[in-house]
């Protein structure tokens, strides 16, 4: 077995390539990346210690795939340029490059080795200005979904795989859809086999959190070293929500979906935390606090951000009902893994996080 990670060095990336080295030790594992990711560096004595091959490539040159010389069986796509700020107020080309032209070579790459594909998409494909019509209530700390609402895929529960696609989603949510959409094109037209999993909010220790990426890293950080924060649009309130997956959640879903393929071939998933997993800001601030004993200022900015959105919630029925998978790993067990990370690794993460 040959599983190729491409962003293998990324927090994603990293994590699934460390996760199969550990639990199939005879695996081969090769990871590309271009390290455009500030941290991501700091992965790869992580991986080559493990086993894992490292290539020093940029999935927007065909010629870099040709370093790689042995069968690939899968190929995980985890690179990107994941930020929903990506191309605001600046150039959006190596977003669309990396995310879509990029993601295609990918495709082509796996058309001729013939390796099954797992896309990891993202909860942005779903556009922003349905998602904040819903409705919705507001509590002391939060706000959450409502059961009445006007669309379909969307309930108390979160936001289905059957919410609806029309309207602007950021140029980020842009690339991956279009990414998405080129899949079933290469099922049909190359037989390449794919499964797409729509992930929510990841995290977990090193994520190379910043503001406009890894915000459950960017908040513990900020706590850890009483650094200041803000909490961007919606009044100031901090009362937005999302839910949060632990990678180790979603690396055991991934490892289900590579040894079962053909039971998912061909599918979309909303993938996440999940209702449970829900917390907003502000909640996320009383948490940090608990666990590292500091208070910081939090600033109160009131410019709603570009493509923000309100709440995302992850409806996980869909992949509920075709596996045994279920997040284990709770928002508490996971904000207190980041602050052993941080707290472990703090000289290094000092001029990152
Ligand atoms: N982290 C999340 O919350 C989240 C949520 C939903 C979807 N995703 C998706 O999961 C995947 C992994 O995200 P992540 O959180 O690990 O991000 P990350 O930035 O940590 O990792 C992405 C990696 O891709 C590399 N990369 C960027 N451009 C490249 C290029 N042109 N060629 C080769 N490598 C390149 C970066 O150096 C980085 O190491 C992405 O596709 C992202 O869209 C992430």
Redesign the pocket.
């Known amino acids: 077995m040959h599983i190729l990670i491409?962003?293998?060095?990324?927090?994603?990336?990293?994590n699934l390539a460390l996760y199969v080295k550990q639990n199939y030790n005879n695996y081969e594992i090769t990871v590309?990346?271009?390290?455009?990711?500030r941290g991501?560096e700091l992965n790869i004595p992580r991986l080559k210690a493990a086993g894992i091959n490292f290539i020093h490539?940029?999935?927007?040159n065909s010629e870099d795939f040709e370093q790689i010389n042995n069968d690939v069986d899968y190929l995980i796509?985890?690179?990107?340029?994941?930020s929903v700020m990506a191309g605001v107020g600046s150039s959006p080309k190596y977003l669309i490059?990396?995310?879509l032209n990029?993601t295609i070579k990918c495709l082509y790459f796996a058309k001729e080795r013939k390796a099954k594909v797992i896309f990891?998409?993202?909860?942005?494909v779903y556009p922003v200005e349905p998602l904040n019509n819903c409705s919705y209530n507001e509590t002391e700390t939060r706000f959450t979904f409502t059961n009445h609402q006007s669309f379909p895929g969307i309930s108390a529960d979160g936001v289905s795989e059957q919410f609806p696609l029309d309207g602007y989603r950021t140029l980020?949510g842009t690339t991956?859809l279009a990414s998405e959409l080129m899949l079933p094109e290469f099922l049909q037209t190359y037989s390449v086999p794919y499964i797409i999993n729509?992930?929510?909010?990841?995290?977990g220790p090193w994520?190379?959190g910043k503001v406009d990426?890894?915000v459950a890293v960017l908040w513990m950080a900020a706590h850890f070293w009483k650094k200041q924060l803000s909490y961007i649009g919606f009044e100031g309130s901090g009362k937005q929500v999302r839910d949060i997956l632990h990678i180790h959640d979603l690396c055991l879903l991934l490892d289900e979906q590579i040894h079962h393929f053909d039971e998912f071939s061909g599918s979309i998933f909303n993938v996440g935390g999940g209702f449970q997993n829900a917390i907003s800001l502000k909640e996320l601030t009383s948490v940090c606090s608990d666990i590292t004993g500091n208070n910081i200022e939090i600033k109160e900015d009131k410019k709603q951000r570009e493509g923000d959105i309100r709440i995302y919630v992850t409806d996980n029925s869909k992949i509920y009902k075709n596996t045994s998978w279920r997040p284990v790993r709770s928002v508490r067990e996971t904000m207190q893994e980041i602050y052993e990370w941080i707290q472990q690794n703090e000289a290094q993460l000092k001029n990152i996080l």
Do not use: H, W
């Not at 491409?6 to 927090?11: E, L, P, R, S, V």
């Not at 796509?77 to 994941?82: F, G, I, L, T, Y």
């Open positions: 491409t962003g293998g060095a990324g927090f994603v990336g990293s590309l990346d271009n390290l455009k990711r991501s490539g940029d999935i927007r796509e985890a690179s990107a340029e994941p490059n990396t995310n990029g990891l998409s993202t909860s942005r980020y991956k729509r992930c929510g909010v990841l995290t994520q190379m990426q890894g």
